[in-house]
Antibody, heavy 118, light 110 residues
Framework: EVQLVQSGAEVKKPGESLKISCKGS????????IGWVRQMPGKGLEWMGI????????RYSPSFQGQVTISADKSISTAYLQWSSLKASDTAMYYC???????????WGQGTLVTVSS | QTLVTQEPSFSVSPGGTVTLTCGLS?????????PSWYQHTPGQAPRTLIY???TRSSGVPDRFSGSILGNKAALTITGAQADDESDYYC??????????FGTGTKVIVL
């Protein structure tokens, strides 16, 4: 069974750094792209970017380029989303998703809630 | 920036039929965008319903169907049930690894 398990909720202060994770299992991790999706409070889902763990090819949505860094460690089947300096506006739920056949997002993590508050 | 538009909300009676649409701010949605549809309850993982325009994901009941209607992608729920009450998002593939989510439609079953 394909599973994506995300790291737990985080509470951070503005200016702090953060790295959240998404661990894949039940499939060949390096062979499927992993994407990240944001949902701010009361808002819709937004596409952030995607990484191919096999060679770390990474593509960012223009809206998120330079705001976050997506990475992966194929040795432990884990993708990451990180911030170097959090803002209050980064408060959101973040989901990872696997890109399957025919370009669908076919499996999803359970979400990581990030709260940034002074 | 490309905007993918959906109806903000729809109400449907139990057993009724509702069609949600997914349009582009400029241009037409075609199969080349590999439109997909997701059901989402905030705080839970999204559920993949339809991909590549009209292919149902594993385990999705056949009351959900996808199509192209005119210049938009469409999701039709036939015989709506109470637990279909949720948010629904279309997603279009824009190439080069990038996707755009639609604005989302809240479906109310009453």
């Amino acid at each position: 069974e394909v599973q994506l398990v995300q790291s737990g909720a985080e509470v951070k202060k503005p200016g702090e750094s953060l790295k959240i994770s998404c661990k894949g299992s039940g499939y060949t991790f390096i062979s499927y792209w992993i994407g990240w999706v944001r949902q701010m409070p009361g808002k819709g889902l937004e596409w952030m970017g995607i990484i191919y763990p096999g060679d770390s090819d990474t593509r960012y949505s223009p809206s998120f380029q330079g705001q976050v860094t997506i990475s992966a460690d194929k040795s432990i089947s884990t993708a990451y989303l990180q911030w170097s300096s959090l803002k209050a506006s980064d408060t959101a739920m973040y989901y990872c998703a696997r890109r399957g056949g025919e370009l669908t997002l076919d499996s999803w993590g359970q979400g990581t809630l990030v709260t940034v508050s002074s | 920036q490309t905007l993918v538009t959906q109806e903000p909300s729809f109400s449907v009676s139990p057993g009724g039929t509702v069609t949600l649409t997914c349009g582009l701010s400029s241009g037409s949605v075609s199969t080349s965008y590999y439109p997909s549809w997701y059901q989402h309850t905030p705080g839970q993982a999204p559920r993949t319903l339809i991909y590549s325009t009209n292919t149902r994901s594993s385990g999705v009941p056949d009351r959900f169907s996808g199509s192209i209607l005119g210049n938009k992608a469409a999701l039709t729920i036939t015989g709506a049930q109470a637990d279909d009450e949720s948010d629904y998002y279309c997603v279009l593939y824009m190439g080069s690894g990038n996707y755009v989510f639609g604005t989302g439609t809240k479906v109310i079953v009453l």
